[in-house]
C-alpha cells in the first residue's frame, strides 16, 4: 500500500490508465510489483520530465488531434534542449558528422578541405575506420587528446593529460559514474553524504536517492545572486556529519537552476573549505560557455586550484563537460566527458574497470565533442561562419537571458535574479496564502500547483521550484531562457495573464 | 591492504605505471582510495575488456611505435566488434543517417528517395526537426512504433504495443535498467538472485556484482551442443534458496559465448520451469538475425510464451535487442531496445521514471535501430542493393562461423561444439596438467595463461573462459568469427603453431 500511495501522489494527474489497472495491480501475481521493486526507485524523483513534463506531452498529442484546450500549443521551457526550441545546428558539427557517417561524402565534393580533415582524423582513431566500431571504454584516444588540449588552452596553459579524461554519453553519465564510485553496500555503515546545492539540478539528487547515497544540501543565497555562502556551507557539512559520511562537494557552475556565474574570490572560499574539511570536489561546467553578464566571466575549478598552489593542487576534483549546452545545443547527440584532477590511480584502475561493461559510448557523440573542442581555426574554410553562428546563438542567448529576468521581475509579485550565465531564470513567486491552502487541499506542492494551472491554462510548460530544492516557505520555477524571441514574447504573454488571473483569483 | 591485493592479482599484468604509483597511494591523503570505494566496483569483472585486452591494445601502441614483436600485428578476436574486423556498413543506413544529421544533404541530390522519405519521418519525429534535441527517455515515438511492427512481423502478428517499447543505447543500458529493478538495499534481507547461464556474456555477473544482486548460474549442456536442461536449472535453482531470494531468469539466446541455437522444444521447457518457480524472464535475443546452422531457428520467447497461452502468457518477459550485432554491426553508434511483456504498469511508470534521469539514448543511435526494423521493401529503389549488403555479411558469418568450428576441432587437445548462431565459438581446451601447475604458481586461471601467452607469442587476443564461467576443471576461450576471410586463417595459422609449441612445452 505505502507504493501505491506514493506512486498516486507523485503521478496521479497523469496515471488514468495507471489507477485503472490498479485494481488489478493490487491482486497481481506478477513477480516484479511496486511493493518489492527496488525501494529507491520509487522514492527517486527528475522533476525536469516529472509529472507536469508528462502532462504537457499528453496535451501536445491532444492537441494534435484536434482537441480544444484555451491555447493552440504547448511552449516547453521545462529543459535546457535548445534545437527542440527552434535553434539550428552548427554547420561545421553537421557537416563533420555526416563525413564521419558516411565516409563517400568526402570524395563526392562539397565540403570544405578543413571539414574533411577533420572527419578524417575522427576516423583514424576507430577501429576499421568506422564510427561503427566500439571505442575503448574511454573514448577515442583522439579525441581525449583534443579535449586535453581544449582544457589545457582554456585554463592558460596548466597541463591537461588527455589520459585524465573520460567521454561519455553527456555529462550526466560521466556525474553518475563518478558518484557510484562512493556508494557502500555494507549495512550498519553510514551512507556517504554528497554535498549539493539547494536549488540544484535533479540528475544530483535523483542519482544520490538511486544510489543509497546521503543528500547534504547547501543553500545558494538567492539574496546575493545565488552565490555560496561559507558560513552556510559550515552549517549544512557539520549537521550533514551525525547522519552522514559526507566526503563530496558538488558545484555547479554556471549554476542550474540559478544562472548565476560564480565569481573568482567565491571559487577560492570554496576550494578552501573543500581542502579544510577533505572533500572530494566535483564541479559541474556544462554551461563554461553561456557567461552574459557584464562583469562575468567562467573560471574553472581546476584551473583556480592550481593557481592557488599548494595544497590547494592537491584536492581531487572531478570536472564535467557536455556538448547539450554552449553555442552548440546537442543535446540529442550525447557528448560529454569528465577530466579528473590528482585521482588516485587505483581509483582511476577501478573506474575504468567499472564503465568497461557498459563498452563505450556513442561515437558519434564522441565526434561531436571533438568538433566542439577542436573548431575550425582562423584561416581555416570553415572559421568564418563557425564563429558567425557560434556568436549569433550566444548573443541572442545574451539577449533572451536579459529579456527573461525584466520580464518576469517587472511582474507583480515575482522577483527573478539577473542570468549571468546557464540557461535559466529561477524566478521567486510569492504565492498567496489561498492558493498555497489550495495546494495542500490537494496534496501538492504549492508551486507544483501553480505550474500545473499555468500548463492547463496556458500550456506554457516550467518546472515548479520543489523540484529542485528551495527555502522552505519561498516558491520558485525554473524556466529556460531557450525559447526563439517570437515564441519568448508569446510564452511570456501568456504567462503574465495567467499569473494576473491567479493572484486576482486566490488574493487574500 | 585488500583492494591492493585484488587490483594487482586482476591487473597485475597491465599495471606497471600503477604499481609504480602504489608506494604513493599507500600512504595516499586522498578522500577516494581503493580501501573505501564502492566494493562492488572493486569485486565486478567484465573480462571482454578485461587485462588481456587491455594488455592487447597496450601491445598495438608498442608496435605503431616500432618495437619488435614475434608478430606483427594483434588480432582482436576478443570482441564482438564487426567493422573493427573490417566488415563494411551497410549503405542504406548510413545514408539515412547523414541526411538526418545533415538536412541539406536531401536537397543537393544524389540520395534515393526512400532514403529521403525515411530520414525525414525520423526527423518529423524529434523536437524542432533535428537529432539534436533530446528525445523522450523512451526513445521518439515513431520509432518506437515501427519497433513495434517489426516485433509484430517477427512473431507471425501476435500483437506489440509501442508502448511496451523502450529504446536505449545498445541493449546493455536496457538490460542494466531492468536489473536495476530487482536491486534490495534493505540490510539483513536476501538479495535477489538472477539466474543466468554458464558461460555467461561477462555484462550479467558484471552488472549484479556491481548492482549488488545474487548471481545463480545454471551450466550449460556442453555435451548437448549448449542447450539447456531442465534438470540443471532445478539444482540451480533450488541450491539457490538458501542464500537468495531468486526472482530472474536470463536466458541468452542465440548464446554468448556459447553460439548455440536454441530449439523450440527447449525454449518451452524454460518457459515452464519459469512458470513452476514464478520467474520473471530475462530474453537476451541480441542475436536473433544471426543464425547460420541447417535446422536451426530463432524462435522468440514472447512468440512461443504467447503461442503456449494461459497461464504462460502471463508471464512477465523483457526481451532485449540492439544494432550492435546482426548483419549491421553498429556496435559504436549504441541503438538498442527492450520489449516488456506483462510488466506490471506501477513497474512500467517507475521504470520511466527512473531512466528519466538519464535524460535520452543518442537520437543517432535511435535512428539505427528505426533502418535495422524499418529496412526498404521490395520494389523501394535502395532494396536491392539494401538486400545484396545484407546478405553478404550474413552468407560470409556462415561461412566463417564453420571455417572457425572445423579448424578449432580438427586441432590436438581442442574441442569445440558447431557455431550454430551468434557470433562465437568457446572452444573447449584441454591443457596439461603441468601447464595448469604453471598457471597456480603465477596465481593465474590456467585459461588466463594459456591466453595471455598466445597474446604475448602470436598477437592473437581471445578471452580465456574463466571471464565466462565454466565447469570446474574445464578450460575454454572465447573467439569471435569476425576477422575477415584471410584474416581469420591468419589468425588461425598463428593459433595453431603456438597450440602445438604450447603443448610441446608443457607436456605431461
Avoid at 545558494?220 to 552522514?244: G, T, V, Y
Avoid at 590547494?312 to 547527440?333: I, P, Q, R
Avoid at 520580464?407 to 504565492?431: D, K, R, T, W
Amino acid at each position: 500500500m505505502f507504493s501505491m500511495r506514493l506512486i498516486t501522489q507523485t503521478y496521479g494527474l497523469v496515471s488514468k490508465r495507471l489507477l485503472a489497472s490498479s485494481a488489478r495491480t493490487m491482486t497481481s501475481n506478477r513477480v516484479l510489483t511496486a511493493d518489492n521493486i527496488n525501494p529507491n526507485v520509487i522514492t527517486m524523483q527528475y522533476a525536469v520530465r516529472g509529472p507536469i513534463v508528462i502532462r504537457a506531452v499528453e496535451l501536445e498529442k491532444e492537441l494534435a488531434k484536434g482537441a480544444t484546450k484555451p491555447f493552440k500549443s504547448v511552449i516547453k521551457a521545462n529543459i535546457g534542449d535548445a534545437h527542440a526550441m527552434g535553434q539550428v545546428p552548427i554547420t561545421f558539427i553537421r557537416q563533420v558528422l555526416a563525413c564521419v557517417t558516411e565516409k563517400s561524402l568526402m570524395e563526392r565534393g562539397g565540403y570544405p578541405p578543413d571539414v574533411i580533415k577533420h572527419a578524417e582524423e575522427i576516423l583514424g582513431g576507430c577501429g576499421g575506420n568506422s564510427g561503427g566500431a566500439y571505442s575503448q571504454s574511454t573514448g577515442v584516444d583522439i579525441i581525449r587528446k583534443h579535449v586535453a588540449e581544449y582544457i589545457q588552452r582554456r585554463d592558460g596553459g596548466i597541463p591537461c593529460d588527455p589520459e585524465n579524461v573520460i567521454l561519455s554519453g553527456g555529462a550526466s553519465e560521466s556525474i553518475r559514474n563518478v558518484l557510484k564510485l562512493f556508494m557502500q553496500h555494507s549495512a550498519g555503515g553510514k551512507k556517504t553524504g554528497i554535498m549539493i546545492p539547494i536549488p540544484q539540478y535533479p540528475l544530483y539528487s535523483a542519482s544520490i536517492e538511486e544510489f543509497n547515497l546521503g543528500q547534504v544540501g547547501y543553500y545558494l543565497n538567492e539574496e546575493n545572486a545565488w552565490s555560496l555562502d561559507e558560513a552556510e556551507l559550515e552549517r549544512s557539512l557539520a549537521e550533514s556529519r551525525k547522519d552522514f559520511n559526507t566526503k563530496v562537494l558538488v558545484v555547479i557552475n554556471p549554476g542550474n537552476p540559478t544562472g548565476q556565474v560564480l565569481s573568482r574570490e567565491n571559487i577560492e572560499s570554496i576550494i578552501k573549505f573543500a581542502h579544510k574539511h577533505k572533500l572530494f570536489l566535483m564541479a559541474d561546467e556544462v554551461y563554461q560557455d553561456n557567461v552574459y553578464a557584464e562583469g562575468s566571466k567562467f573560471h574553472s575549478f581546476k584551473k583556480v586550484l592550481c593557481e592557488m598552489g599548494k595544497p590547494y593542487t592537491d584536492l581531487e576534483l572531478a570536472s564535467f563537460h557536455s556538448v547539450s549546452k554552449g553555442y552548440m545545443g546537442e543535446c540529442g547527440l550525447r557528448g560529454g566527458y569528465v577530466e579528473f584532477h590528482n585521482l588516485d590511480p587505483e581509483v582511476y584502475v577501478l573506474f575504468k574497470k567499472m564503465i568497461s561493461a557498459k563498452l563505450c559510448s556513442t561515437v558519434l557523440g564522441q565526434a561531436v565533442i571533438d568538433c566542439v573542442v577542436n573548431p575550425p581555426q582562423p584561416g581555416e574554410p570553415s572559421y568564418d561562419l563557425w564563429k558567425r553562428e557560434r556568436d549569433a546563438v550566444l548573443a541572442s542567448l545574451k539577449e533572451r537571458a536579459v529579456l527573461v529576468q525584466k520580464a518576469y521581475g517587472s511582474i507583480e509579485g515575482i522577483s527573478c535574479n539577473p542570468v549571468q550565465g546557464a540557461m535559466y531564470a529561477f524566478p521567486q513567486i510569492h504565492l498567496p496564502k489561498r492558493a498555497i491552502e489550495k495546494a495542500r487541499s490537494l496534496n501538492q506542492e504549492p508551486d507544483f500547483f501553480y505550474a500545473m494551472q499555468l500548463l492547463e491554462n496556458t500550456g506554457v510548460c516550467i518546472v515548479p521550484g520543489s523540484g529542485f530544492g528551495q527555502k522552505e516557505g519561498t516558491y520558485h520555477f525554473r524556466t529556460t531562457i531557450l525559447p526563439q524571441p517570437a515564441l519568448m514574447k508569446e510564452m511570456l504573454d501568456r504567462f503574465g495573464k495567467f499569473h494576473a488571473r491567479f493572484l486576482e483569483e486566490y488574493k487574500d
